[in-house]
């Protein structure tokens, strides 16, 4: 896992799909540097069963299950993986956020009820197309402890062609307002211009700018 240490309590906790960690470096230390925020990425999911809330199928032709492992995961991330890393920088009372992209901004989502550790949630390109998900949010209550969400996602995701994957703007704006409703947290769900999370470090910006106040902008 790697650390970014800052002389604050606030700490982000991010769960990044391998394929756009490389290259990351340089663009995670102007934010944490503009922000005044620790970070942290965990590299220890399980992508397709740590991340899911209970098995669902795969999503293409021939893909694996999704193993729906993310109560087990979560209880690693926060009795293991977040004191250990708290201990390491230093942090005694730490502010965290939880930024997870695609199946884990759907798990930093889901973190939202099952957990009281977290002030900030984000979510960037989440799959909250999968399945049931928000009418599983119907019958939960988010952490009270909770004082902002952002949810942001790329313009051009609701056009994929796999149909459960093309619902995810409908649904992450149907969870955008259950969260509203049903939280005390200043929500914030916007679409952006790109892909699924791709370009990511303008998306990256973007959040940070919403949870921890704008700066002045640095060419990343």
């Known amino acids: 896992m790697a650390h970014l240490k800052q002389d604050t309590e606030k700490i982000c906790y991010m769960i990044l799909p391998e394929g756009i960690k490389e290259g990351l470096f340089n663009g995670l230390k102007v934010l944490s540097d503009n922000h005044g925020v620790s970070i942290a990425v965990?590299?220890?999911a399980n992508w397709n069963d740590d991340l899911t809330p209970w098995p669902a199928a795969g999503v293409f032709k021939k893909a694996k299950p999704f193993g729906g492992k993310s109560a087990s995961f979560l209880?690693?991330?926060?009795?293991?993986i977040i004191p250990k890393t708290e201990e390491e920088l230093g942090i005694k009372d730490a502010e965290r956020t939880l930024l997870g992209v695609s199946l884990s901004g759907l798990f930093a989502v889901w973190s939202a009820f099952n957990t009281d550790v977290f002030t900030n949630i984000i979510s960037l390109s989440g799959s909250l197309w999968y399945d049931g998900f928000t009418d599983w949010m119907k019958g939960q209550t988010p952490s009270p402890q909770l004082k902002k969400i952002c949810m942001l996602l790329g313009e051009k995701?609701?056009?994929?062609?796999?149909k459960r994957m093309a619902s995810v703007e409908e649904q992450?704006?149907?969870?955008a307002g259950l969260l509203k409703t049903g939280s005390q947290a200043t929500v914030t769900f916007e679409c952006v211009e790109g892909t699924h999370f791709s370009p990511i470090m303008p998306r990256l910006e973007r959040a940070f700018d919403i949870v921890y106040g704008t700066t002045k902008h640095v060419q990343i």
């Not at 209880?75 to 293991?80: F, G, I, S, V």
């Open 42 to 44: 965990i590299d220890a």
């Open 172 to 175: 992450t704006m149907a969870a």
């Open 157 to 162: 995701e609701k056009n994929a062609k796999e």
């Open 75 to 80: 209880k690693k991330l926060t009795n293991e």
